[in-house]
C-alpha cells in the first residue's frame, strides 16, 4: 500500500477554511480523472467525500478508500479495449467489493453529507454518476466549509432528495454563474440531468484551475485526456481590477450600446450625447469604398455603408443575421470576400469601438465621450477590454442564428460572450426603471420582485416575433414558456409595402425576390426595397405617405396609407393574436391573469396594432413600451448579476429553451421517427443523457439530430448529422451520449468513446461554413483591420 505524505481535504478545510476557487478546481479535476479511471475500470467508490481525497505535498490528489467500492459492467468499458461481458466479475451479491457483510446489513451506505439521492434508496443501484453527486457535494463543501445539506439525519435525507441546491453566488462573492451551475448540475436530483462522465465534469472545471495547485505532470495528463488548451481563467495571470459589462441590444438592422461598472454604475453607450444632441442607434452596415484615382479602398460602417445601397447594392453588407449560413451573400470587404458572419464580426467590433458613454448627469452640458472613458484608453490592445459583454437575442431564434452569432462574437474578439434572451432583458429594466410610464402618461405600477404574478413580454422586431411569459420570484426573473417566429419579424412588414409599391409601378421589376437579372434591375429593385424601408417608418408616424423610385431617368411616385398597409398585413396580425394565446397556454396562465405587458417595437405603438393584440390580449395588464436603449441596459445588468461580486443586487434570471431538440430513431419495423430530448420550455441550462442503439453500416452508426420549427414549431428541420465509427465485430452497437444546452441556448454533443476510456464533444451542429483554420484566420484579419 502507497504511503502518501499529505493531508485529507477536510483537514485541510478545517485548519485553513474554505479553499480558493482555483485551489478547489485543482482538487475537483484531479479527483474527477480518478474516479474516471475508476469508473472505465468499472469501479463504483460509493464513498466520496473530502476525507477520502488526500493532498500529497507536491499537490497530487489522492483517492482514498475503496472499502465500499463495487464493480460495476454497466458502465464504461475497460480503457484497454476489454469489453464488460469480458470481465471476470464476481456476482455483486457475493462480491466482498460490493460491500462486506457488515455494510450488507447497514441501512445506509456511503457518508450521509456526500450521499446521492438514488445510493440513499439501494446503494447496489448506484453507478458513477452517484459518485459525481458526491464529488459535487464535495466541492461545495471546499468552498463553503460545510457540506450543501447539513442538519440532523432527517433534515439531511430530505435535502439530498428533495432540498434545492444552495446558490453559490449568493453564498461567496467571487462565484460566477457558470461555477454555479457546475455545482447545480453535478448536485442534480435525477442522475440523466448530470455530467455524462468524469472528465466531463474535468472539462467543466478547467477554467477555474489556476494551475500552481496542480502538479505539471497531472496538467499534461489534462491536456492529452481531454484535448483542452492551456487557459489561464481564474488563475493569477488573469487580469485583476474592476469588472464591466458592455452589453449590446442587436437588432437586425441597428443597435445600442450600455455599460455596467462594477459598482453598479450603468452608463449609456450607443446612442449617447454629443454637443449636437443625441445620437441615433447605430445601424448595422459595412462597405467598401475605392477611390477611383489612387484605387485605395475604405472600409465604412452605419449609414456611410448604407447609403451605398442604392447605387452599389451588392457592395454592402446589411441585415447580415438574415444571410447566415449562405455562400452565396458574400461581400467584398478589404480587399476579401466575407461570408456574412465576417461582416457581423466587423460590425460588433466597430461598435464596442465606438461605444459612446454618457457620463454626465441629466440636465448638465453636453459632453463627448467613448468607452475609454469607463475601459481605459488601451481598450483596444486587449488592455482594458470589459470582462464580459451581453448580447440580446429573441427566443424564437433557432440553432443556426443563435450559434452564427455568438461566432461572430467570437471572431470579432468580445471576451467572455453570453446571449440574453431579450425579453428578459426587457425585463430587468422595467424591473429597475423608476419612470417608466404607460402610453396613456399615467406612471405604472412597478414589478414587485417578491410577487410570482405572470408577465407578457411581446416583442415585434427586424429579427423576429418574440412572445414570452415570465415571472419574478424572490427578485429573480424567471422565463416560463414562448412563441413566436423569426418569419412574422418587422420585415415581413416591410416586404408588404415592397409588394404594394412594385404593384402600382408602371414599370415594376420582374423579380423582387433572388437575384435581379442585371446590374440596373438590381439597383431598381434595391431603390424600391429602399423606398419601402422608408414608408414603414413614415407610416409610424402619419396615415399617409407618398415615396419616389429614380429609374431610368424620370421618377415614379406611388402612395401609400396606412389603412390599406394594415389590410395587407391582417395575417401577421393574426399570427400575434396567436402567438399569445399560444404562450398563455404554454405557461398556463389565463389571458386576465396578466398583471404587465412590456412591449418592444415601433409597430406595437401604433393605436390599431396595440389595442387589438395588446390591449385585448392581456385585458387586465398595464402596458408598457421599451426601446433598444432600454434592453442594452437589461442585458448588462443581467450579466453583472452573473459575474463574481454580484455587480447588481439581483439574482441571475432563468431562461427556457425556445424550441425543442430531438433525434432521429427508427423503431423495429424500420419506421424512422423523431424523438424529443429536450422540449420546449425547458429551463436552461438543459441536460440529459441517452442512449443510442442501432446496427452499424460498414462500421459506423448515424446520429441525426433535429429541432422543432414553423410558426407554431409543429414541424421538424434538421440539424446535421454526425457519423459515429464502430468496431468491425459490435453486432448492436451501443453508445451514450450526453446532450446539454447551456446557458446561451447552444447545443452541445458528448460522446461516449470506449475505444478511449473517455467521452469527447462531437462538432458544433449546424455545421459551420468555415473551418478552424479559416476562423483563425478571419479573426486575426478583423483584429488587423480594426
Given at each position: 500500500?502507497?504511503?502518501?505524505?499529505?493531508?485529507?481535504?477536510?483537514?485541510?478545510?478545517?485548519?485553513?477554511?474554505?479553499?480558493?476557487?482555483?485551489?478547489?478546481?485543482?482538487?475537483?479535476?484531479?479527483?474527477?480523472?480518478?474516479?474516471?479511471?475508476?469508473?472505465?475500470?468499472?469501479?463504483?467508490?460509493?464513498?466520496?467525500k473530502?476525507?477520502?481525497?488526500?493532498?500529497?505535498?507536491?499537490?497530487?490528489?489522492?483517492?482514498?478508500?475503496?472499502?465500499l467500492?463495487?464493480?460495476?459492467?454497466?458502465?464504461?468499458?475497460?480503457?484497454?479495449?476489454?469489453?464488460?461481458r469480458?470481465?471476470?466479475?464476481?456476482?455483486?451479491?457475493?462480491?466482498?467489493n460490493?460491500?462486506?457483510t457488515?455494510?450488507?446489513?447497514?441501512?445506509?451506505?456511503?457518508?450521509?453529507?456526500?450521499?446521492?439521492?438514488?445510493?440513499?434508496?439501494?446503494?447496489?443501484?448506484?453507478?458513477?454518476?452517484?459518485?459525481?453527486?458526491?464529488?459535487?457535494?464535495?466541492?461545495?463543501?471546499?468552498?463553503?466549509?460545510?457540506?450543501?445539506?447539513?442538519?440532523?439525519?432527517?433534515?439531511?435525507?430530505?435535502?439530498?432528495?428533495?432540498?434545492?441546491?444552495?446558490?453559490?453566488?449568493t453564498?461567496?462573492?467571487?462565484?460566477?454563474?457558470?461555477?454555479?451551475?457546475?455545482?447545480?448540475?453535478?448536485?442534480?436530483?435525477?442522475?440523466?440531468?448530470?455530467?455524462?462522465?468524469?472528465?466531463?465534469?474535468?472539462?467543466?472545471?478547467?477554467?477555474?484551475?489556476?494551475?500552481?495547485?496542480?502538479?505539471?505532470?497531472?496538467?499534461?495528463?489534462?491536456?492529452r485526456?481531454?484535448?483542452?488548451?492551456?487557459?489561464?481563467?481564474?488563475?493569477?495571470?488573469?487580469?485583476?481590477?474592476?469588472?464591466?459589462v458592455?452589453?449590446?441590444e442587436?437588432?437586425?438592422?441597428?443597435?445600442?450600446?450600455a455599460?455596467?461598472?462594477?459598482?453598479?454604475?450603468?452608463?449609456?453607450?450607443?446612442?449617447?450625447?454629443?454637443?449636437?444632441?443625441?445620437?441615433?442607434?447605430?445601424?448595422?452596415?459595412?462597405?467598401?469604398?475605392?477611390?477611383?484615382?489612387?484605387?485605395?479602398?475604405?472600409?465604412?460602417?452605419?449609414?456611410?455603408?448604407y447609403?451605398?445601397?442604392?447605387?452599389?447594392?451588392?457592395?454592402?453588407?446589411?441585415?447580415?443575421?438574415?444571410?447566415?449560413?449562405r455562400?452565396?451573400?458574400?461581400?467584398?470587404?478589404?480587399?476579401?470576400?466575407c461570408?456574412?458572419?465576417?461582416?457581423?464580426?466587423?460590425?460588433?467590433?466597430?461598435?464596442?469601438?465606438?461605444?459612446?458613454?454618457?457620463?454626465?448627469?441629466?440636465?448638465?452640458p453636453?459632453?463627448?465621450?467613448?468607452?475609454?472613458?469607463?475601459?481605459?484608453?488601451?481598450?483596444?490592445?486587449?488592455?482594458?477590454?470589459?470582462?464580459?459583454?451581453?448580447?440580446?437575442?429573441p427566443?424564437?431564434?433557432?440553432?443556426?442564428?443563435?450559434?452564427?452569432?455568438?461566432?461572430?462574437?467570437?471572431?470579432?474578439?468580445?471576451?467572455?460572450?453570453?446571449?440574453?434572451?431579450?425579453?428578459?432583458?426587457?425585463?430587468?429594466?422595467?424591473?429597475?426603471?423608476?419612470?417608466?410610464?404607460?402610453?396613456?402618461?399615467?406612471?405604472?405600477?412597478?414589478?414587485?420582485?417578491?410577487?410570482?404574478?405572470?408577465i407578457?413580454?411581446?416583442?415585434?422586431?427586424?429579427?423576429?416575433?418574440?412572445?414570452?411569459?415570465?415571472?419574478?420570484?424572490?427578485?429573480?426573473?424567471?422565463?416560463?414558456?414562448?412563441?413566436?417566429?423569426?418569419?412574422?419579424?418587422?420585415?415581413?412588414?416591410?416586404?408588404?409595402?415592397?409588394?404594394?409599391?412594385?404593384?402600382?409601378?408602371?414599370?415594376?421589376?420582374?423579380?423582387?425576390?433572388?437575384?435581379?437579372?442585371?446590374?440596373?434591375?438590381?439597383?431598381?429593385?434595391?431603390?424600391?426595397?429602399?423606398?419601402?424601408?422608408?414608408?414603414?417608418?413614415?407610416?409610424?408616424?402619419?396615415?399617409?405617405?407618398?415615396?419616389?423610385?429614380?429609374?431610368?431617368?424620370?421618377?415614379?411616385?406611388?402612395?401609400?396609407?396606412?389603412?390599406?398597409?394594415?389590410?395587407?398585413?391582417?395575417?401577421?396580425?393574426?399570427?400575434?393574436?396567436?402567438?399569445?394565446?399560444?404562450?398563455?397556454?404554454?405557461?398556463?396562465?389565463?389571458?386576465?391573469?396578466?398583471?404587465?405587458?412590456?412591449?418592444?417595437?415601433?409597430?406595437?405603438?401604433?393605436?390599431?396594432?396595440?389595442?387589438?393584440?395588446?390591449?385585448?390580449?392581456?385585458?387586465?395588464?398595464?402596458?408598457a413600451?421599451?426601446?433598444?436603449?432600454?434592453?442594452?441596459?437589461?442585458?448588462?445588468?443581467c450579466?453583472?448579476?452573473?459575474?463574481?461580486?454580484?455587480l447588481c443586487?439581483?439574482?441571475?434570471?432563468?431562461?427556457?429553451?425556445?424550441?425543442?431538440?430531438?433525434?432521429?430513431?427508427?423503431?423495429?419495423?424500420?419506421?424512422?421517427?423523431?424523438?424529443?430530448?429536450?422540449?420546449?420550455?425547458?429551463?436552461?441550462?438543459?441536460r440529459?443523457?441517452?442512449?443510442?442503439?442501432?446496427?452499424?453500416?460498414?462500421?459506423?452508426?448515424?446520429?441525426?439530430?433535429?429541432?422543432?420549427?414553423?410558426?407554431?414549431?409543429?414541424?421538424?428541420?434538421?440539424?446535421?448529422?454526425?457519423?459515429?465509427?464502430?468496431?468491425?465485430?459490435?453486432?448492436?452497437?451501443?453508445?451514450?451520449?450526453?446532450f446539454?444546452?447551456?446557458?446561451?441556448?447552444?447545443?452541445?454533443?458528448?460522446?461516449?468513446?470506449?475505444?478511449?476510456?473517455?467521452?469527447?464533444?462531437?462538432?458544433?451542429?449546424?455545421?459551420?461554413?468555415?473551418?478552424?483554420?479559416?476562423?483563425?484566420?478571419?479573426?486575426?484579419?478583423?483584429?488587423?483591420?480594426?
Amino acid at each position: 500500500m502507497e504511503y502518501v505524505d499529505g493531508r485529507t481535504l477536510s483537514q485541510w478545510v478545517n485548519d485553513q477554511g474554505p479553499m480558493a476557487i482555483g485551489d478547489a478546481a485543482s482538487a475537483i479535476r484531479q479527483a474527477a480523472f480518478a474516479l474516471h479511471h475508476a469508473h472505465a475500470a468499472g469501479i463504483v467508490h460509493r464513498d466520496v467525500k473530502p476525507g477520502n481525497l488526500m493532498r500529497a505535498h507536491d499537490g497530487t490528489i489522492k483517492l482514498l478508500d475503496l472499502g465500499l467500492a463495487r464493480f460495476s459492467a454497466e458502465w464504461y468499458p475497460s480503457p484497454r479495449g476489454v469489453k464488460p461481458r469480458e470481465l471476470d466479475l464476481p456476482d455483486d451479491d457475493n462480491s466482498h467489493n460490493s460491500a462486506s457483510t457488515e455494510a450488507k446489513n447497514r441501512p445506509l451506505l456511503g457518508t450521509l453529507s456526500f450521499i446521492s439521492p438514488e445510493q440513499l434508496e439501494d446503494a447496489n443501484s448506484a453507478d458513477s454518476r452517484s459518485d459525481q453527486y458526491s464529488l459535487g457535494a464535495t466541492l461545495f463543501y471546499l468552498l463553503m466549509g460545510h457540506p450543501p445539506f447539513t442538519g440532523d439525519l432527517v433534515e439531511q435525507v430530505y435535502g439530498h432528495r428533495h432540498g434545492e441546491v444552495p446558490d453559490l453566488m449568493t453564498l461567496r462573492n467571487d462565484v460566477d454563474l457558470k461555477l454555479a451551475d457546475i455545482v447545480r448540475r453535478m448536485l442534480a436530483k435525477d442522475p440523466a440531468e448530470r455530467y455524462g462522465s468524469m472528465d466531463e465534469v474535468a472539462r467543466a472545471m478547467a477554467p477555474y484551475d489556476n494551475d500552481r495547485s496542480t502538479p505539471a505532470w497531472v496538467l499534461d495528463f489534462a491536456r492529452r485526456e481531454t484535448g483542452e488548451d492551456h487557459t489561464t481563467v481564474g488563475g493569477e495571470s488573469t487580469r485583476r481590477g474592476l469588472l464591466s459589462v458592455i452589453g449590446i441590444e442587436l437588432g437586425m438592422t441597428h443597435a445600442a450600446t450600455a455599460i455596467t461598472q462594477s459598482d453598479g454604475t450603468m452608463l449609456a453607450g450607443w446612442p449617447g450625447m454629443s454637443t449636437q444632441g443625441p445620437r441615433p442607434l447605430c445601424r448595422i452596415a459595412v462597405a467598401e469604398k475605392t477611390d477611383r484615382d489612387t484605387g485605395q479602398s475604405t472600409i465604412l460602417f452605419g449609414d456611410s455603408a448604407y447609403e451605398r445601397r442604392e447605387r452599389h447594392p451588392q457592395r454592402v453588407a446589411h441585415c447580415q443575421m438574415m444571410y447566415f449560413g449562405r455562400d452565396d451573400m458574400m461581400r467584398r470587404i478589404g480587399g476579401r470576400m466575407c461570408p456574412p458572419e465576417v461582416t457581423m464580426g466587423l460590425c460588433m467590433r466597430h461598435l464596442l469601438g465606438n461605444t459612446l458613454t454618457q457620463v454626465t448627469a441629466p440636465g448638465s452640458p453636453d459632453g463627448d465621450s467613448s468607452s475609454t472613458t469607463a475601459l481605459g484608453t488601451s481598450w483596444k490592445r486587449h488592455e482594458r477590454w470589459p470582462d464580459a459583454v451581453a448580447i440580446t437575442v429573441p427566443s424564437s431564434y433557432d440553432q443556426l442564428h443563435r450559434r452564427a452569432i455568438y461566432q461572430s462574437a467570437q471572431l470579432a474578439g468580445l471576451p467572455a460572450v453570453r446571449l440574453i434572451e431579450r425579453s428578459i432583458a426587457v425585463t430587468r429594466f422595467a424591473m429597475t426603471s423608476p419612470h417608466c410610464s404607460s402610453f396613456e402618461g399615467s406612471p405604472l405600477p412597478p414589478i414587485d420582485s417578491q410577487s410570482s404574478a405572470p408577465i407578457l413580454y411581446v416583442g415585434l422586431t427586424g429579427q423576429s416575433l418574440d412572445i414570452s411569459i415570465l415571472q419574478v420570484y424572490g427578485g429573480q426573473i424567471r422565463q416560463i414558456a414562448t412563441a413566436g417566429h423569426w418569419g412574422h419579424s418587422t420585415m415581413a412588414w416591410s416586404r408588404r409595402l415592397v409588394e404594394m409599391i412594385s404593384s402600382r409601378l408602371p414599370c415594376a421589376p420582374k423579380r423582387i425576390q433572388g437575384l435581379p437579372a442585371n446590374r440596373q434591375e438590381l439597383i431598381h429593385v434595391t431603390r424600391i426595397q429602399m423606398a419601402g424601408e422608408r414608408a414603414m417608418n413614415q407610416l409610424l408616424l402619419m396615415p399617409e405617405t407618398r415615396v419616389e423610385i429614380a429609374h431610368q431617368g424620370h421618377i415614379d411616385s406611388v402612395e401609400l396609407t396606412r389603412d390599406e398597409w394594415l389590410t395587407e398585413c391582417e395575417d401577421l396580425l393574426l399570427s400575434i393574436e396567436e402567438s399569445i394565446r399560444l404562450v398563455c397556454q404554454r405557461a398556463g396562465v389565463l389571458p386576465s391573469d396578466l398583471k404587465h405587458c412590456l412591449a418592444m417595437g415601433p409597430l406595437l405603438r401604433l393605436p390599431a396594432i396595440r389595442d387589438r393584440v395588446l390591449t385585448k390580449g392581456a385585458p387586465n395588464a398595464a402596458i408598457a413600451f421599451y426601446d433598444q436603449v432600454d434592453a442594452a441596459h437589461g442585458a448588462a445588468a443581467c450579466v453583472a448579476s452573473e459575474l463574481p461580486g454580484q455587480l447588481c443586487s439581483e439574482p441571475p434570471a432563468k431562461g427556457v429553451a425556445g424550441h425543442s431538440i430531438g433525434f432521429v430513431v427508427a423503431d423495429r419495423d424500420g419506421k424512422r421517427r423523431i424523438l424529443p430530448i429536450i422540449p420546449r420550455g425547458t429551463p436552461t441550462p438543459a441536460r440529459t443523457n441517452r442512449q443510442l442503439n442501432g446496427t452499424a453500416r460498414d462500421n459506423r452508426m448515424t446520429l441525426s439530430l433535429v429541432e422543432s420549427s414553423g410558426k407554431n414549431g409543429e414541424n421538424w428541420q434538421t440539424l446535421g448529422r454526425h457519423t459515429i465509427e464502430v468496431a468491425p465485430d459490435e453486432v448492436n452497437p451501443m453508445r451514450r451520449l450526453g446532450f446539454e444546452l447551456d446557458i446561451n441556448g447552444l447545443l452541445s454533443v458528448h460522446l461516449e468513446r470506449p475505444d478511449l476510456g473517455r467521452t469527447v464533444m462531437l462538432p458544433s451542429l449546424p455545421t459551420s461554413s468555415m473551418d478552424e483554420m479559416q476562423w483563425q484566420d478571419w479573426r486575426e484579419w478583423i483584429e488587423a483591420t480594426l
